[in-house]
């Protein structure tokens, strides 16, 4: 248990040092929500190394931190619908067993992008940003396979040195 | 097959790279129509239409910040946000039907759209 909550903490840290990396990366896509979502790297890790309900508090007190850190309460509630809808899309495909982690990450970053367009479309109570679906998904699907290769690389590296 | 990548996923990607595109044609087959004029709405109200068409700065004043629109050569782009994440004003400028650009802080939504520009509808607001 002391093992777990200190990993706990070690993915906690580097999904901080993910999160603040890819805010210092000055690239605007022209688009908003387009980003590279280093995070979901640790997420994707503690999902696998730890398990769900770890990866789930991890996630959750990630945002929670960052938004106090760099963002505001309204970045905050917008990365949070984010979050719980990749989340919550990655978990029950993993549970199915049937895929790897690439697809698992991808699914993950689209139900990322689809969970934040919703929330944009509540807040604003416009549907017309729904425009930008297909280049989310795209974007999504992209950087989904990215993060996934590098997850897969990092769990049949590290994973079984993770052990509590 | 082996350990990072089976059969699974192949069809997986595959699918969701077809549904991506197949969605991505559909809109731009759809949506690539010129608008006429930008409509301007606050917090799901609407607050004004502009027309495209003449070069002018606009103002919004919100409960929550301030933005500056400017219409140039039919094109709408945010020059400036009091918003942190400045997120609006990096965006793109907007001139194709449905097109938008959206500030989250300031629940500000500007959409283009084409066809019949009501003038009546334009002095009502």
């Not at chain 1, 248990?1 to 603040?20: D, E, N, P, Q, T």
């Not at chain 2, 759809?30 to 070069?55: A, C, F, M, P």
């Not at chain 2, 097109?99 to 066809?115: A, M, N, Q």
């Amino acid at each position: 248990m002391k093992r777990k909550i200190a990993y706990m903490g070690l993915f906690l840290a580097l999904a901080l040092i993910c999160s603040y990396v890819e805010s210092l990366i000055p690239i605007h896509f022209g688009i908003p929500g387009v980003k590279l979502g280093l995070t979901n790297i640790v997420v994707v890790l503690s999902l696998y190394c730890i398990g769900a309900k770890e990866a789930f508090t991890i996630s959750t007190v990630r945002i929670l931190l960052v938004g106090f850190l760099f963002g505001n309460v309204f970045s905050m509630v917008y990365s949070f619908a984010g979050a719980l809808l990749s989340f919550i899309t990655m978990y029950l495909l993993k549970k199915t067993k049937w895929l790897k982690c690439i697809s698992i990450s991808t699914a993950g970053g689209i139900a990322h992008n689809i969970g934040q367009l919703i929330v944009a479309a509540i807040v604003v109570e416009t549907y017309s940003i729904f425009y930008y679906i297909p280049v989310l998904l795209i974007a999504g699907t992209i950087t989904g396979i990215v993060i996934g290769v590098v997850s897969q690389e990092l769990i049949l590296r590290i994973g079984k040195n993770v052990r509590f | 097959m082996n350990k990072r990548f089976t059969k699974n996923d192949f069809i997986f990607l595959i699918g969701i790279f077809i549904v991506a595109v197949a969605i991505f044609v559909a809109f731009r087959f759809w949506g690539r129509i010129d608008g006429s004029q930008i409509v301007i709405t606050i917090d799901g109200t609407k607050h004004g239409t502009y027309s495209l068409s003449e070069n002018r700065e606009i103002p919004i004043e919100t409960e929550d910040g301030n933005n500056l629109l400017v219409i140039k050569d039919g094109i709408a782009k945010m020059i400036k946000a009091d918003c942190p994440d400045q997120l609006c004003v990096h965006q793109k400028g907007i001139s194709l039907e449905k097109e938008t650009i959206v500030c989250l802080p300031h629940k500000v939504v500007i959409t283009v759209e084409s066809g019949n520009f009501n003038k009546i509808d334009a002095v009502a607001n």
